[in-house]
C-alpha cells in the first residue's frame, strides 16, 4: 500500500554562515596542524600530538564533509532530501541553505518510459515545453520544478458516444505542489501524468457525441468546449493527486474526425445543411404565397377560383424555391 506522503520543511540553516565559519575553522585546523607538526620536532608531547590529531582531523575530513551539506537553490525550485532512506523533508524556495551533509537528494526515475515504444525523441516532443535532462545531466540534476508546466500529449484516434473515431489533442497546465509524493509515490510523475491524461480523455470523448443538431440541444465535443475543459481538468485531477500534481487547465488543442470516415462526415454535415437551408427556403415561399394571395383577395385585384389559386401557387413555390433565376413568360392574351 502507498505511503501519504506530506510535504515538510527541511531542517536548516544559514549556508552563508556556515560557509564562512566552516572556512576560518578549516584554515585554524591547518594552522594548528602546521604548529603541532612543527612542536612535533621539538618534543613529541601528548599535547602537540592530540592537536595534530584534532586538527588534521577537522580540516582534512569533517570540515570538507560539511561543505556537502551546501544547498543553493533558485526561485520555484525544490530538493528533496533523505537521510539514511527516511524521508528527511524538503527545501524550497530560493537561497543559500546548510543541511545535515549526510542527507541525500531524491528525484524521480530518469529512466526511459516503459509505457509503449517511445523514444526519447519522441518523449521531448510529447512533453510540449517540459525540458528533459540529457543523460549526463539526469544524474546531476534532482531538483524539482515548482513552475506551472505545460504537457502537450500527443493526438489520439478514440471513438465518441456514437462510435465514430475522431482525432483529439489536449494539452494540460500543471504543477507540482507536493514533492514529497511527487517523488515517493510513483516512479516518474511526469509520465505518470501522460499517461493518466491519455486514459481520462478516453474516459471524457466515449461520453459524448462529435456534434449534434441544433434541434437535439445534445451537449458535444464541438459545441460544449468549456464543459468537456471542466469535466476533463476534474477527471485527470482526480488521478494525479497521489502524485503531488495540481491542473490548473485542461484544454482541447485538435478535434477532428478520423480520416478514414472524414470525407463521409463531411458529405452528411453538407446534406444536413441542404437540408436546413431548403427547409429555411420553403418555410418563406409559404408565408409570401400566402401573403400575395391575401393581398389580391383583400385589394380586389383579380378574382381566382380555387384551380387558378393552386396554378398560381405552384408557379410562386417553383419560382421561389428554385435554385436558379427563372425566365419570366408575358401571357399577352387572357388568362381562361
Known amino acids: 500500500m502507498t505511503k501519504d506522503y506530506e510535504e515538510i520543511r527541511a531542517p536548516h540553516s544559514n549556508?552563508?554562515?556556515?560557509?564562512?565559519g566552516n572556512s576560518l575553522l578549516i584554515l585554524g585546523a591547518i594552522t594548528g596542524f602546521i604548529i603541532a607538526a612543527i612542536q612535533m620536532d621539538r618534543a613529541a608531547t601528548v599535547g602537540n600530538i592530540l592537536l595534530m590529531v584534532l586538527s588534521g582531523l577537522y580540516a582534512f575530513i569533517l570540515g570538507p564533509i560539511l561543505y556537502t551539506g551546501l544547498k543553493v537553490l533558485k526561485p520555484n525550485e525544490a530538493l528533496v532530501l533523505t537521510l539514511l532512506g527516511d524521508y528527511y523533508g524538503t527545501l524550497k524556495g530560493p537561497g543559500f541553505f546548510f543541511v545535515h551533509p549526510f542527507v541525500s537528494a531524491a528525484a524521480p526515475s530518469n529512466r526511459e518510459p516503459t509505457t509503449g515504444a517511445v523514444?526519447?525523441?519522441?518523449?521531448?516532443?510529447?512533453?510540449?515545453?517540459?525540458?528533459l535532462p540529457s543523460a549526463d545531466q539526469k544524474q546531476a540534476n534532482k531538483k524539482i520544478s515548482l513552475k506551472v508546466l505545460t504537457l502537450n500529449n500527443e493526438k489520439q484516434k478514440i471513438n465518441d458516444?456514437?462510435?465514430?473515431?475522431?482525432?483529439?489533442g489536449i494539452v494540460v497546465v500543471w504543477k507540482v505542489i507536493n514533492t514529497a509524493k511527487a517523488v515517493f509515490n510513483v516512479d516518474n510523475y511526469i509520465e505518470f501524468l501522460s499517461i493518466q491524461c491519455d486514459s481520462a480523455l478516453r474516459n471524457i470523448v466515449r461520453l459524448y457525441p462529435y456534434d449534434s443538431s441544433d434541434e437535439e440541444r445534445e451537449k458535444s465535443l464541438r459545441?460544449?468546449?468549456q464543459e468537456i475543459a471542466d469535466r476533463l481538468k476534474e477527471e485527470i485531477q482526480s488521478k494525479v493527486t497521489i502524485a503531488g500534481l495540481e491542473i490548473i487547465e485542461a484544454r482541447i488543442t485538435h478535434l477532428s474526425y478520423a480520416p478514414e470516415i472524414a470525407t463521409a462526415m463531411l458529405?452528411?454535415?453538407?446534406?444536413?445543411?441542404?437540408?436546413?437551408?431548403?427547409q429555411l427556403i420553403v418555410e418563406g415561399a409559404v408565408g409570401m404565397v400566402e401573403m400575395a394571395l391575401e393581398k389580391l383577395s383583400t385589394n380586389h385585384i383579380v378574382d381566382l377560383d380555387e384551380e387558378r389559386k393552386a396554378a398560381m401557387v405552384s408557379n410562386l413555390l417553383v419560382v421561389l424555391c428554385g435554385n436558379k433565376d427563372v425566365q419570366p413568360v408575358v401571357n399577352s392574351g387572357t388568362i381562361y
Open 15 to 20: 549556508g552563508m554562515a556556515v560557509l564562512i
Open 119 to 131: 523514444s526519447s525523441e519522441k518523449q521531448a516532443s510529447k512533453f510540449g515545453t517540459i525540458n
Open 161 to 168: 458516444a456514437l462510435g465514430n473515431p475522431i482525432i483529439i
Open 223 to 225: 459545441g460544449s468546449s
Open 267 to 278: 458529405q452528411k454535415q453538407q446534406a444536413t445543411a441542404v437540408v436546413a437551408a431548403r
